[in-house]
């Protein structure tokens, strides 16, 4: 099969074109971090091509940051998907997927006094003339596009419209919630910072589960709208607590909690009952936890700067680096690394190795003598 995916190069594209080339189909990819880069929206506006299956993830979102701070870049959303919705009618292309989000429900289900409620698919009514407030222009944008979608499905394109919910994964960027709070215990922060009091709750679903989700509603024919969550409500400190006791070796943070950042909504978690018909979730969010830290013991400076007394320190951490690497290699699965990454890890040790060498002409231990190789 044929397939566009806008926004290949973002966190979801990524895994998503993965997976579609796992199975067998022909993937093209536009991101505008290609180099040179390919913008989905001169795509829509001058492209005739015609393809199986369209499915686009490119969006402008930045975090809870971008969503609160930029809403004029959010807002060009609102083109990226008119032109996308054009180009389907106009190509032809008879499948599509639309990722809306969970920002689409009405704030005011979400808050805390509103009492802990899963979101279910049919609070948001587009065919009503309430459809509460959504999350801010990203929240608004995303209404707007399933409105284009009923549209476009009325002019001949199946379109399944999907609402994830807190995805999150080893690769994700660090303005998202689950990676800096990963990254920040991972450097043994103490204190290590959360983002308002803690107590905002979300429902974290794996980029392997977002991209099985969605493969499975296409084969199942669905249109949507339909969640893509756990209903499993954790909030920011149950996190931060399940990221520390798997950090282990006696980290003990006290928690500081920067009550002047955005933190969105107080309560959102998803009704999993329509996705549960064609997928449930694989991927616990302890063991999330356990591969990105596993990732992250791969990627984290060793520190050359320290005393030279610390050598044998650097020369052990290294050394089990590399042989958690080979591990990686050997079972890549177990962490969300591709080869491709795993390989420039390998570099990144093998220079990192040569620095040693350079800087301490006789360390305790040889970690030269280990050949670096990716399995
Ligand atoms: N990740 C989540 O948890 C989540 C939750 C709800 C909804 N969504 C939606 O899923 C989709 C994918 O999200 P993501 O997490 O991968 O976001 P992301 O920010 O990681 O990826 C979006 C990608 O789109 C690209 N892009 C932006 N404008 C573009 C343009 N004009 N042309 C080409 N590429 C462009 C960006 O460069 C980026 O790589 C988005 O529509 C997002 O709103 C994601």
Not at 226 to 240: K, M, Q, V
Not at 283 to 308: I, K, N, S
Not at 344 to 359: G, I, K, N, S, T
Request: hydrophobic fraction near 40%; include cysteine.
């Amino acid at each position: 099969m044929r397939v566009l995916v806008t926004g290949s190069a973002g966190f979801i594209g990524r895994h998503l074109v993965e997976a579609l080339e796992a199975r067998g189909d022909d993937v093209a990819g536009l991101d505008i971090l290609d180099s040179p880069a390919h913008d989905a929206l001169d795509f829509f506006r001058t492209d005739g091509a015609r393809y199986d299956l369209a499915i686009h993830c490119a969006a402008v979102i930045g975090g809870r940051q971008g969503i609160d701070g930029s809403p004029l870049a959010v807002a060009t959303n609102l083109a990226l998907d008119a032109w996308y919705f054009n180009w389907l009618v106009r190509t032809g292309t008879p499948r599509a997927v639309y990722f809306s989000s969970s920002a689409a429900y009405p704030v005011d289900l979400q808050l805390r006094l509103s009492g802990p409620r899963r979101l279910r698919e049919n609070d948001v009514r587009l065919d009503t003339f309430s459809v509460g407030r959504p999350d801010a222009v990203y929240g608004w944008s995303k209404l707007t596009g399933e409105i284009l979608a009923g549209h476009a499905r009325a002019a001949g394109v199946d379109v399944l419209v999907l609402r994830p919910f807190s995805g999150y994964g080893s690769d994700q960027g660090l303005n998202y919630p689950f990676p800096a709070i990963v990254a920040r215990a991972a450097r043994r922060e103490d204190p290590m910072d959360i983002w308002g009091d803690g107590e905002q709750v979300r429902d974290w679903v794996h980029a392997d589960d977002v991209v099985a989700a969605t493969l499975a509603a296409l084969d199942a024919g669905e249109q949507g709208p339909l969640n893509i969550g756990t209903g499993i409500a954790t909030s920011f400190n149950e996190l931060a607590a399940m990221v520390v006791e798997q950090v282990g070796g006696g980290y003990d943070p006290v928690i500081r909690h920067l009550t002047d950042k955005p933190t969105g909504v107080a309560h959102r978690v998803a009704d999993p009952t329509r996705m549960l018909a064609v997928h449930k979730p694989a991927v616990t969010l302890r063991e999330g936890v356990r591969r990105a830290l596993a990732a992250h013991a791969l990627t984290a400076p060793v520190g050359w700067d320290t005393h030279p007394h610390r050598r044998q320190e650097a020369a052990v951490t290294l050394e089990a680096r590399i042989e958690a690497l080979r591990d990686h290699g050997r079972h890549r699965r177990a962490c969300d690394c591709d080869t491709a990454e795993i390989e420039r890890h390998l570099d990144v040790l093998q220079a990192e190795v040569a620095e040693l060498l350079r800087r301490v002409p006789r360390p305790d231990r040889t970690p030269a003598s280990v050949t670096v190789t990716a399995h």
